[in-house]
Nanobody
Framework: QVQLVESGGGLVQAGGSLRLSCAAS????????IGWFRQAPGKEREFVAA????????DYADSVKGRFTISRDNAKNTGYLQMNSLKPEDTAVYYC????????????????WGQGTQVTVSS
């Protein structure tokens, strides 16, 4: 069992930066991929980024590529999402997830989820 808690969300102006954290408790955190997803009001949850258990490989949605960076520190049982050059369209609740996905972009392939953290980008 893995429990996930996101933090670091908030209100930021367009062009600004935020770093989200995903603190994990429970065992075997380092055995799981980490995924970040987001859900804007009235929209479906969408994939943002993912990182393998070792941190050796990452994937990004085209909409955030070059602006967001996913990372993890297995010694601290924590994952991160550094978000730069934020745009109003990045406004959403951001969720971290852990699992062993067959396809990293599918939210249904992740077993554990955090409660989400709100990110609001003003224009």
């Amino acid at each position: 069992q893995v429990q996930l808690v996101e933090s670091g969300g908030g209100l930021v102006q367009a062009g600004g930066s935020l770093r989200l954290s995903c603190a994990a408790s429970g065992r075997s955190f380092s055995n799981y991929f980490i995924g970040w997803f987001r859900q804007a009001p009235g929209k479906e949850r969408e994939f943002v980024a993912a990182i393998t258990w070792s941190g050796g490989n990452t994937d990004y949605a085209d909409s955030v590529k070059g602006r967001f960076t996913i990372s993890r520190d297995n010694a601290k049982n924590t994952g991160y999402l550094q978000m730069n050059s934020l745009k109003p369209e990045d406004t959403a609740v951001y969720y971290c997830a852990a699992g062993r996905p067959d396809r990293v972009v599918l939210d249904t392939d992740y077993r554990y989820w955090g409660q989400g953290t709100q990110v609001t980008v003003s224009s």
